[in-house]
């Protein structure tokens, strides 16, 4: 798997602390934050190809507003949506936003692995133009 950056955004802070780990173990450049707001402050710093996004958030911002924010700083992310908690209207309105995929925690890592490799190589060609 080629080596490129992923943000892992989830309140979660076991999940998403092991989660990363996991990534960077893989070699890639993973880094977690635990809400929408610490999530579009790096945003504005730096670039990620793949954004893994928990939809269910406490706080200010929740998951399809993080989405919306994220669609205006870095429109050639892929946005891959995480939730514990099923809804077909907030996955409906997730794709509508932009959103490459929509998965179900407790997700497989290994599946995980593999959406993410995917919308790296859908993002790749854009990248390049």
């Known amino acids: 798997m080629p080596t490129f950056s992923v943000l892992v955004i989830d309140d979660e802070l076991d999940f998403m602390e092991t989660l990363v780990n996991r990534l960077q173990r893989r070699k890639l450049d993973a880094i977690g934050?635990?809400?929408?707001?610490?999530?579009?402050e790096l945003l504005k710093q730096r670039s990620f190809e793949?954004?893994?996004?928990?939809?269910k958030m406490p706080g200010g911002m929740d998951g399809i507003e993080t989405l919306r924010e994220i669609r205006r700083l870095q429109p050639l992310a892929e946005v891959i949506l995480l939730t514990g908690h099923a809804s077909v209207e907030t996955s409906l309105e997730g794709m509508q936003?932009?959103?490459?995929?929509?998965l179900l925690k407790p997700v497989k890592f290994e599946e995980l692995l593999v959406k993410i490799a995917a919308a790296f190589e859908k993002n790749s060609p854009q990248e390049n133009k």
């Open 50 to 55: 793949v954004i893994l996004l928990d939809i």
């Open 33 to 40: 934050v635990p809400d929408g707001e610490q999530a579009l």
């Open 97 to 102: 936003l932009g959103a490459y995929d929509y």
